[in-house]
């Protein structure tokens, strides 16, 4: 029996991988430094604080990391109103689960994304709860972007599907106690410990029925 369905953002609804990566990587070079070759994973799942420090501290960014965070969100921004890169099928399970489920999002996004992204989607209003991690206090792996969703929802989390992608968002999921649907993106795939964890590994978002799900 399930109660909620919750959403990653990231990765599972919308393409951002390769833009975050992208925009980053511009941030990174401006200021004359180096990527490192295990950044791209690292980063993935981190809340707004974590990775801007770690762009700062780790990577030798110069500047105060908000400063740092914001360079790179409005860069998010100008490059979601170019083209936003909705995955295939994203709107249509959306619509699909909500008439069945309370939808949350748990999103490592920060909030201004959330908010550009579900609102130019036209599916802001199919959501009853949308968390941050930086709302929280501490980004994917760390359960506490779902227990906030879970706890917003009113509901039990054992009774509560997640649908995630990344390494990161399936152990926070599993974490927080949630039945996990694995929906692995190809470009960055979980790594094998991760993907375990997944209660179903699905290879599109068209698999993601109210029968699935249960």
Do not use: C
Request: proline share 7%.
């Amino acid at each position: 029996m399930t109660d909620a369905v919750v959403f990653d953002l990231d990765g599972v609804l919308i393409d951002s991988e390769p833009l975050w990566d992208d925009v980053r990587r511009g941030v990174v070079a401006s200021a004359g430094r180096d990527w490192p070759a295990d950044a791209t994973e690292a980063l993935q799942g981190m809340s707004t604080p974590e990775w801007s420090a770690y762009l700062t501290d780790v990577v030798g960014v110069p500047g105060p990391a908000e400063d740092v965070a914001a360079r790179v969100i409005d860069g998010m921004v100008a490059r979601y109103r170019s083209e936003l890169p909705l995955l295939p099928g994203a709107v249509d399970v959306v619509q699909r689960l909500a008439s069945s489920w309370p939808l949350g999002l748990a999103s490592s996004s920060p909030r201004r994304l959330i908010d550009t992204v579900l609102g130019s989607a036209r599916l802001t209003e199919h959501f009853r709860v949308t968390v941050s991690t930086e709302e929280v206090g501490a980004g994917k792996p760390s359960p506490a972007v779902y227990n906030e969703v879970v706890r917003r929802l009113g509901v039990d989390g054992s009774r509560v599907v997640a649908v995630e992608d990344s390494s990161n968002g399936l152990r926070s999921a599993s974490a927080a106690g949630l039945r996990v649907i694995a929906v692995p993106n190809a470009n960055y795939p979980p790594q094998d410990d991760a993907l375990a964890l997944a209660d179903v590994v699905v290879h599109s978002l068209d698999e993601v029925t109210a029968g699935l799900i249960g």
